[in-house]
């Protein structure tokens, strides 16, 4: 049982280049969550899927977009990378939307754009 | 909209005293509260919720938190604190959709 797990660990681009960071849980959950980490900003949500063939946007959307593959997955892209989306991103997922249980993170992607 | 603050961004305390990270939030109807913490290079991890019922919650690794509904907090607590302790933690509430996340308070314990 492998949880939350993200791909790839680090990644650097160019201004305008574009990328999708791939996240996947085995824990069976509905729901799934990007996140990104800014420092003394804490964790800001990007976009999250309460459901499989369901998303929705979250605190700062510009500039992603997102797919809910299957159950299991959920991708995050960048179409034309900007500086200021150098951040730290974390995929989490949680059994249901409506519930009160925790969420589960991954391990991050640290993203370096020049 | 929910929110919490966490009104210290580091927090230092030597090792095997007792360590306070404090957490206050916002909210309209029912609060949902949770904490977590990030060790370096790493994702967050659950440590507890406060969800409702009794006020004092226990946790992972000997931490506890306290439920203030009058002083609207939800400070983390740990008796004895160990160096391996030292880490990143958010105070969340849970929102409409998602949680929102505190800053981070930065807990460095020394030998």
């Known amino acids: 049982n492998a949880g939350v797990t993200q791909t790839p660990k680090f990644q650097v681009l160019k201004t305008g280049q574009s990328m999708t960071l791939q996240c996947a849980q085995d824990m069976n959950h509905n729901s799934m969550y990007w996140y990104r980490q800014d420092p003394g900003m804490g964790l800001r949500l990007i976009y999250y899927?309460?459901?499989?063939?369901?998303?929705d946007k979250g605190e700062v959307p510009n500039g992603y977009n997102v797919s809910r593959l299957n159950k299991r997955e959920f991708s995050l892209r960048l179409e034309s990378a900007a500086p200021s989306q150098t951040s730290v991103y974390f995929c989490a997922s949680r059994q249901r939307q409506t519930s009160y249980n925790e969420q589960f993170f991954g391990p991050g992607t640290r993203l370096t754009v020049l | 909209a929910q929110s919490v603050a966490q009104p210290e961004d580091q927090v230092n305390v030597a090792e095997g005293n007792p360590l306070t990270v404090k957490c206050t939030y916002s909210?309209?109807?029912?609060?949902?509260l949770f904490w977590y913490v990030q060790y370096p290079n790493r994702g967050l991890q659950f440590l507890l919720k406060y969800i409702t019922g009794d006020n004092l919650v226990k946790g992972s690794y000997g931490f506890e938190a306290e439920f203030n509904k009058s002083q609207t907090s939800f400070h983390l607590k740990k008796p004895s604190a160990l160096v391996s302790d030292s880490a990143l933690y958010f105070c969340?509430?849970?929102?409409?959709?998602?949680?929102?996340f505190g800053a981070g308070t930065r807990l460095t314990v020394k030998p």
């Open positions: 899927s309460a459901s499989e063939g369901t998303t």
């Open positions: 909210v309209s109807g029912n609060p949902y």
């Open positions: 969340a509430v849970r929102d409409v959709g998602d949680m929102r």
